[in-house]
């Protein structure tokens, strides 16, 4: 069993920026692919940010240039995923999940089955 520990949500002004942190336990062998994803009220739950043991990336288009994605260790050994999200905008409210999962990262989200609890972040105008 895998067990991801989201914090570092809060409440921020537009322009501002906020730090994610994932920490990792459990048996994680196999898994290649972690990632950040968002869900907004009232809708799906949609892909923000990932990447592989390889330290290759994919952004949605709406964060492109203002979100980074990093990893402190490799995903086979316990570490720690991290959102560095950067001018942030009220249309990035949301509560943000950290996900684990394996699978070439060109195939887009829906390689993941391992879910944290979630992290909410609002931003103000």
């Known amino acids: 069993q895998v067990q991801l520990v989201e914090s570092g949500g809060g409440s921020v002004e537009a322009g501002e920026s906020l730090r994610l942190s994932c920490v990792v336990f459990?048996?994680?062998?196999?898994?290649?692919?972690m990632a950040w994803f968002r869900e907004r009220p009232g809708e799906e739950r949609t892909g923000v940010a990932r990447i592989d043991n390889d330290g290759n990336t994919e952004y949605a288009d709406s964060v492109k240039g203002r979100f980074t994605i990093s990893k402190d260790s490799r995903v086979n050994t316990r570490g720690t995923l991290v959102l560095e999200m950067n001018n942030l905008q009220p249309d990035d409210t949301a509560t943000y999940y950290c996900?684990?999962?394996?699978?070439?990262?060109?195939?887009?989200?829906?390689?993941?089955?391992?879910w944290g609890q979630g992290t909410q972040v609002t931003v103000s105008p």
């Open positions: 459990g048996n994680t062998f196999g898994m290649n692919l």
């Open positions: 996900a684990a999962g394996r699978g070439p990262i060109w195939t887009g989200w829906t390689n993941f089955n391992s």
